[in-house]
């Protein structure tokens, strides 16, 4: 059972890197930086964006990456570079799997394996977390040690009050870590986690203080080192950076503002989905759960001090409030099923899974749409394969919405184990502000992935190639006519009931000669 729970948890997020492989522009610092050290292309020199992010994620992508990637090219599941993007995201799902593996393991010593079982569901059956632990955005990869730190502090015996004291240690020494070097808004959870050790007595006052400041020069001396000789300043933090940028200065705000309810009402709902309910309910019937709830529910009220606001900075504490629904979900299921009251339990309980299920469906299916980029940028390669000399200009939709420089599989430099097309002599352009007049007079182009078509072909030297479709809406077709022709309706079309309407995104288009 432990090794189908796990399996499940490594599965259900290696599938959502499967049928989503392309990525986006708050994914690229990262993912183009583990392409820097896999393939030694500086795209972040070029284009680095606002706050320089720290390489030691990225550097350790790359470390671990390698060795699968060649392995799997031996074995012929590697041969483009889009198959190394996808071995890269592999590899990081599967380090935050791991994670959510140890903390079901500590659920289970703790509370028992239904509850783990229960936990594990709750998890496949959410959205964001599954689709988003095997992105290369900055938070993805603090998640890893915060999940860490969470199974040291909870991995203990049913009526245990107290952490192992070693197990305390590391606990704060990884969040500690994980805020100096990956996300500084970590700070704001580690704060109510060591309250509530003090109060506890799970560790003294000193220990507490020595554990911080050791592991804190630690961590400075190892993310000032690395991240100012990978960008060429010195000295440099890029979190500390990150702080002084978007909270002294006040720039997040230029990202957009939300009122101080919204994590509470609007992301954490988005997050958790049918956790939320279930997550009070595992509060008010159990102690242990109260207690465990107390410091993100804490981290989140800090946080929402501040004005800009995103899902991902509190996605941290998903897999705690997920303990709590795991525990509130057995809670319903335990209820004896000899009486209504126990069915209809169980029933809430199961329905509740499969509304999550039916939710993460719609959800992964519009988001598989949601790359033109990427899709432009793949059959753009596929179109072209045989020609030599190509010049494409890629649009900046197209540069965010999924053309990485891990789909440039037509241009240097390539992985040792990775052999190189014999047309490898494309260029691949992304810079921005060019007019239409621009690209089509000033430049050496022969190719574009633009974002519209008209304003290129009405001039006679270009013509349209190809569209590619993305994402619009959904929209209902709800059967009309009265009961009785509602009854008529086949089942096939009560299958199409929600539809998914996708519209021309960007275009392929070519020089004429």
């Not at 936990?119 to 977390?129: A, D, E, G, M, T």
């Not at 050790?197 to 020069?217: D, P, T």
């Not at 000789?229 to 978007?246: K, S, T």
Request: positive net charge.
């Amino acid at each position: 059972m432990s090794f189908a729970m796990d399996l499940l948890l490594l599965a259900t997020s290696w599938a959502h890197v499967l049928l989503a492989p392309y990525t986006k522009v708050e994914e690229s610092f990262n993912l183009h930086a583990t392409h820097d050290v896999l393939m030694y292309g500086f795209d972040h020199n070029t284009f680095s964006g606002a706050v320089p992010r720290t390489f030691i994620g990225s550097i350790l992508l790359a470390w671990l990456t390698s060795p699968v990637a060649y392995v799997a090219s031996q074995w012929g599941l590697l041969s483009t570079k889009l198959d190394l993007q996808i071995a890269v995201r592999l590899v990081l799902a599967t380090l935050n799997a791991t994670g959510l593996m140890l903390i079901r393991r500590a659920v289970c010593r703790r509370f028992g394996r239904p509850t783990g079982l229960m936990y594990v569901l709750l998890i496949c059956s959410q959205f964001h977390l599954p689709f988003w632990m095997g992105r290369t955005l900055p938070n993805m990869f603090a998640l890893f040690p915060v999940n860490l730190a969470f199974y040291a502090l909870y991995d203990r015996a049913p009526h245990s009050q107290y952490p192992a004291r070693r197990s305390a240690d590391v606990a704060f020494a990884l969040l500690t870590f994980t805020a100096v070097v990956f996300r500084s808004e970590v700070v704001l959870l580690l704060a109510p986690l060591a309250i509530q050790a003090l109060l506890l007595r799970h560790i003294s006052f000193m220990r507490l203080i020595r554990i911080g400041f050791f592991s804190g020069v630690l961590s400075i001396v190892l993310t000032v080192t690395i991240d100012s000789y990978m960008w060429n300043q010195w000295p440099l933090w890029p979190e500390m950076y990150g702080i002084y940028f978007n909270v002294y200065q006040g720039k997040s705000s230029d990202w957009g503002t939300s009122p101080v309810h919204a994590y509470f009402l609007s992301h954490l709902p988005k997050l958790l989905l049918g956790s939320l309910p279930l997550a009070i309910l595992g509060a008010i019937s159990d102690n242990r759960v109260r207690a465990l709830m107390y410091p993100p529910v804490l981290f989140i009220a800090l946080i929402s001090c501040l004005g800009h606001k995103e899902w991902r900075f509190i996605i941290y504490v998903v897999p705690l409030f997920n303990i709590a629904a795991a525990r509130g979900a057995w809670w319903m299921v335990s209820r004896r099923k000899g009486g209504l009251f126990g069915r209809m339990m169980f029933l809430a309980a199961m329905g509740i899974l499969a509304l999550n299920c039916a939710i993460t469906i719609v959800s992964t299916r519009a988001s598989m749409a949601n790359y033109p980029g990427g899709s432009a940028l793949v059959t753009f390669n596929d179109q072209y394969a045989d020609q030599h000399a190509v010049q494409v200009h890629i649009s900046n939709l197209a540069a965010q919405t999924g053309a990485s420089l891990f789909l440039q599989s037509h241009s240097p430099p390539y992985i040792p184990s990775m052999t190189a097309p014999a047309t490898n002599d494309w260029v691949y352009n992304k810079t921005e502000s060019l007019s239409p007049r621009d690209l089509t007079t000033s430049t050496p182009f022969t190719h574009l992935i633009a974002e519209s078509s008209v304003e290129f072909t009405g001039t006679g030297r270009w013509k349209l190639v190809d569209s590619v479709q993305g994402f619009s809406r959904w929209k209902w077709n709800i059967p009309r006519g009265g009961i009785a022709k509602v009854l008529e309706v086949p089942l096939h079309q009560w299958l199409s009931v929600l539809e998914m309407e996708t519209n021309d995104q960007l275009y392929i288009l070519e020089r004429v000669k």
